[in-house]
């Protein structure tokens, strides 16, 4: 069983920052891409940035220049640095990564966390 657990929401004012981290744990025996993902109420859920393992980064162009991912490979964990924030990045952001485990050390698993609100407001 592999477990995603983020923390580091929470309520802040427009212009402030965060720091969202996600980390891996259980019978993994590598990670690929890993991402951050958010669903505002009433609408779909959207990729916000994704890394792979060599540290190559995607970001949706909404939050271009303001987030920044990265990982640490030793501790199976993925961050998102969040800054300038705005109201309309009020969400509930999830973390997901391409896992391969020690069960199925050919065959990767799409695998998320629980999600961790953010709300943006004054």
């Known amino acids: 069983q592999v477990q995603l657990v983020e923390s580091g929401g929470g309520l802040v004012q427009p212009g402030g920052s965060l720091r969202l981290s996600c980390a891996a744990s259980?019978?993994?025996?590598?990670?690929?891409?890993m991402g951050w993902y958010r669903q505002a109420p009433g609408k779909q859920r959207e990729l916000v940035a994704t890394i792979t393992s060599g540290g190559s980064t995607n970001y949706v162009e909404s939050v271009k220049g303001r987030f920044t991912i990265s990982r640490d490979n030793a501790k199976n964990t993925v961050y998102l640095q969040m800054n300038s924030l705005k109201p309309e990045d009020t969400a509930v952001y999830y973390c997901a990564a391409n896992i391969f485990t020690i069960k199925t050390p050919f065959k990767q698993e799409l695998c998320w966390g629980q999600g961790t609100q953010v709300t943006v407001s004054s």
């Open positions: 259980g019978m993994i025996f590598s990670i690929n891409d």
